[in-house]
């Protein structure tokens, strides 16, 4: 074993045996090294292997920001990763988009009415409707569906939305270069939002899990994103 996969060992102990916890900070670099009797080399090649996961964020200097710290943000290295697996073209936009509506409709399908989430994606479609430009459309947008993920209260589904979404956003906005009217497809689009709002508010979870499959494959067959893609 490589002497900084010493190090990643260790620290998933302390994280599952409850001695390491979100906000907690690490021993001192020095320190660490000496007690698992490795480089300090190793411990840094270690913290930033778990710093790019989103699992440790270091701070150097002093005061209260200084120090190794425990965080949680696994969106961060899971979006980078298949962001490159879609660059290398591994893995295929058209099955990361299917991918994409299977965790949508399943979200919507148990999304709470009651959950505040659910609050902030009706404030993002009053946003949406007097928003200018393709670009914050867009933003707005991949902030909704967020949104509606996290109101089904499943913080391992909310995580890979978030990633999947990430990965393909750029993507689907180079797309909108495809449609012939942009200004018809937003429009459209602000309506099929505020369906799917509607049906999750009316606790009917089957009909909103059939709205977000249509709005998803209905954007990206408008925008022509082929078999092949």
């Given at each position: 074993m490589r002497t900084h996969q010493l190090v990643l060992t260790w620290i998933e102990g302390e994280l599952s045996g409850g001695r390491l916890?979100?906000?907690?900070?690490?021993?001192?670099?020095?320190?660490?090294?000496?007690?698992?009797?490795?480089?300090?080399?190793?411990?840094?090649?270690?913290?930033?292997?778990?710093?790019?996961?989103?699992?440790?964020?270091?701070?150097?200097?002093?005061?209260?920001?200084?120090?190794?710290?425990?965080?949680?943000?696994?969106?961060?290295?899971?979006?980078?990763?298949?962001?490159?697996?879609?660059?290398?073209?591994?893995?295929?936009?058209?099955?990361?988009?299917?991918?994409?509506?299977?965790?949508?409709?399943?979200?919507?399908?148990?999304?709470?009415?009651?959950?505040?989430?659910?609050?902030?994606?009706?404030?993002?479609?009053?946003?949406?409707?007097?928003?200018?430009g393709t670009e914050a459309f867009l933003e707005l947008d991949v902030r909704f569906h967020l949104a509606l993920a996290n109101a089904a209260g499943n913080a391992v589904v909310s995580a890979m939305m978030a990633s999947l979404r990430e990965a393909i956003q750029g993507y689907a906005g180079r797309l909108t270069g495809n449609l012939p009217d942009w200004d018809s497809t937003a429009?459209?689009?602000?309506?099929?939002?505020?369906?799917?709002?509607?049906?999750?508010?009316?606790?009917?979870?089957g009909r909103a899990a059939r709205l977000v499959a249509d709005h998803i494959e209905g954007y990206y067959a408008e925008a022509g994103l082929g078999s092949g893609d």
């Open positions: 916890v979100l906000g907690g900070r690490l021993p001192a670099e020095r320190s660490l090294a000496g007690q698992l009797q490795v480089s300090r080399t190793s411990v840094r090649e270690a913290i930033r292997v778990l710093e790019a996961m989103g699992v440790l964020r270091a701070g150097v200097g002093s005061g209260p920001d200084a120090g190794t710290v425990v965080i949680a943000d696994p969106t961060a290295a899971l979006g980078s990763a298949l962001r490159l697996h879609v660059a290398t073209s591994h893995l295929p936009v058209k099955d990361i988009v299917e991918t994409r509506v299977l965790l949508e409709s399943w979200a919507a399908s148990r999304a709470r009415p009651e959950a505040p989430s659910l609050a902030e994606a009706g404030r993002l479609l009053d946003q949406m409707d007097g928003c200018a429009a459209r689009l602000r309506a099929e939002h505020r369906g799917i709002l509607a049906a999750i508010s009316a606790h009917d979870g």
